[in-house]
T-cell receptor
């Protein structure tokens, strides 16, 4: 079965520091890749997605992610963390099953210290 | 444009009770799905539908039923609630477009089974 692994259930960074959230997937073919953000007691908001084409994808709020097929990775980065980035982040993939439903990683909670 | 609407937002059930979580979308999306979110486990697929009259099981279908009589509605039924079904439930609709698959999530239903 296909799976998505997010390394680090909790990541803490200082305001202004680099944010790096890791995501690896298991698949023999390139899937569609997504990053979602969830603020406390809210639903899921799409940050960015990769389908085809350029492997560096830019999203909202200054985030970007790079699809590396050789490493089966899709890590999320932001050059400078802001307090408002504190949230839970989910990596997800689709393209594996009928209906192309999403398979999610376990999530990473990002904490930003002043 | 309401997107995906879930009702209720909060619900407390007693063990053994049954209930239906409602989900409606107004975007004419062909695909709909239900996920549950539990701490550390991300979102897991319960059931999904690839069109009216067509449903299938996801990763964690036990204890839940679905039906899809119209394109717009995809209710999730808990037959006999158990404490293990305490979770946050998200409904999503999706489509295949020029940019690949797009997914829209509802705001969630927080269910507590006591």
């Amino acid at each position: 079965a296909q799976s998505v692994t997010q390394l680090g259930s909790h990541v803490s960074v200082s305001e202004g520091a680099l944010v790096l959230l890791r995501c690896n997937y298991s698949s023999s073919v390139p899937p569609y890749l997504f990053w979602y953000v969830q603020y406390p007691n809210q639903g899921l908001q799409l940050l960015l997605k990769y389908t085809t084409g350029a492997t560096l994808v830019k999203g909202i709020n200054g985030f970007e992610a790079e699809f590396k097929k050789s490493e089966t990775s899709f890590h999320l980065t932001k050059p400078s963390a802001h307090m408002s980035d504190a949230a839970e982040y989910f990596c997800a993939v689709s393209g594996f099953n009928a209906g192309n439903m999403l398979t999610f990683g376990g999530g990473t909670r990002l904490m930003v210290k002043p | 444009n309401a997107g995906v609407t879930q009702t209720p937002k909060f619900q407390v059930l007693k063990t053994g009770q049954s209930m239906t979580l409602q989900c409606a979308q107004d975007m004419n999306h062909e695909y709909m799905s239900w996920y549950r979110q539990d701490p550390g486990m991300g979102l897991r697929l319960i059931h999904y539908s690839v069109g009216a009259g067509i449903t299938d099981q996801g990763e964690v279908p036990n204890g839940y039923n679905v039906s899809r009589s119209t394109t717009e509605d995809f209710p999730l039924r808990l037959l006999s609630a158990a404490p293990s079904q305490t979770s946050v439930y998200f409904c999503a609709s999706s489509y295949m477009g020029r940019g690949g698959y797009g997914y829209t999530f509802g705001s969630g239903t927080r269910l507590t089974v006591v």
